[in-house]
């Protein structure tokens, strides 16, 4: 099968694909010859360049300024990318937030703050979506995180948040598979980011040395696999996580 034809001409909503995974994301849709709406909360220029690049690569692509923290912001961005790519067929949810406390130091806006934008938004975003998606064959990717099965102190909040993401499609997928709509999340590992800059600067070595694959994974790592559950040949798969840590012990 020729599978870079996959994504050619389908319509692509992706959040937080300003930076990190993605832009990741965005910039080899762009390669497959996808229309992608880059959505972004505050890097317009970082926002524009991952743009830039996608339509360099063959494909098509808008900007859509929006903060899933806030509803009004999440039915903007569906509807900016329903008509400024004509249609959507795909929405793949990169935005994300990662802020950590000890039980002692958390907050009722430390939880507001997490729980808003990696929960509350996977939720309304996914209703948005599910209003103009293409069916049958409509596909929507969120992102959870190994820390939801594998937490560590001071990411309660966080870990708790993912493994909500990975509960929530598990959930969705039961409402939206009748309509052939499918829902999937992945659960990365440490990958390479802004996100985990200070992480890695502290402990990198010693995340190689428990990494079965004996490097830091990078955006590319969790963008392949999210664009094989947004592809046709996923077709089979719903309400599934599927953990991507290059085998983190
Ligand atoms: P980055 O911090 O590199 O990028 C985050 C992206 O999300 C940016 O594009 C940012 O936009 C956008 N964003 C953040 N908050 C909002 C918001 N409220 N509304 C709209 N956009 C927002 O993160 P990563 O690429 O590393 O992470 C992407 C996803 O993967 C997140 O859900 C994260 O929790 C998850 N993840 C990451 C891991 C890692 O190790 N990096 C591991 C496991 C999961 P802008 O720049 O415009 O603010």
Request: with cysteine.
């Amino acid at each position: 099968m020729d599978t870079s034809k996959l994504f050619a001409g389908k319509r692509v909503l992706i959040t937080g694909g300003s930076r990190g995974i993605g832009a990741a994301t965005a910039r080899r849709l762009g390669a497959l010859g996808a229309h992608v709406g880059v959505g972004y909360r505050s890097e317009a220029g970082a926002a524009e360049d991952v743009a830039a690049d996608v339509r360099a690569a063959g494909g098509n692509a808008v900007t859509l300024k929006g903060d899933v923290a806030v509803p009004a912001d999440i039915e903007a961005l569906v509807e900016g990318a329903h008509k400024g790519l004509g249609g959507l067929d795909v929405v793949i949810n990169c935005a994300g937030i990662m802020q950590n406390a000890l039980l002692g130091d958390i907050t009722a806006d430390h939880c507001r703050a997490i729980l808003d934008t990696n929960v509350t938004a996977v939720a309304l975003l996914t209703k948005a979506a599910a209003r103009v998606l293409s069916a049958p064959g409509g596909r929507i990717v969120h992102i959870s995180s190994r820390l939801a099965y594998g937490p560590m102190p001071s990411t309660a909040l966080y870990s708790a948040s993912k493994a909500a993401v990975s509960t929530l499609v598990h959930t969705f997928a039961k409402e939206l598979g009748p309509r052939g709509i499918t829902i999937n999340a992945v659960a990365p590992g440490i990958i390479e980011t802004d996100m985990t800059a200070a992480s890695l600067a502290a402990r990198r070595d010693g995340i190689i040395a428990q990494t079965p694959l004996a490097r830091i994974g990078q955006p590319d790592d969790i963008a392949g696999i999210a664009i094989f559950l947004a592809s046709p040949e996923a077709g089979w798969i719903t309400g599934r996580t599927i953990i991507a840590d290059g085998g983190l012990q």
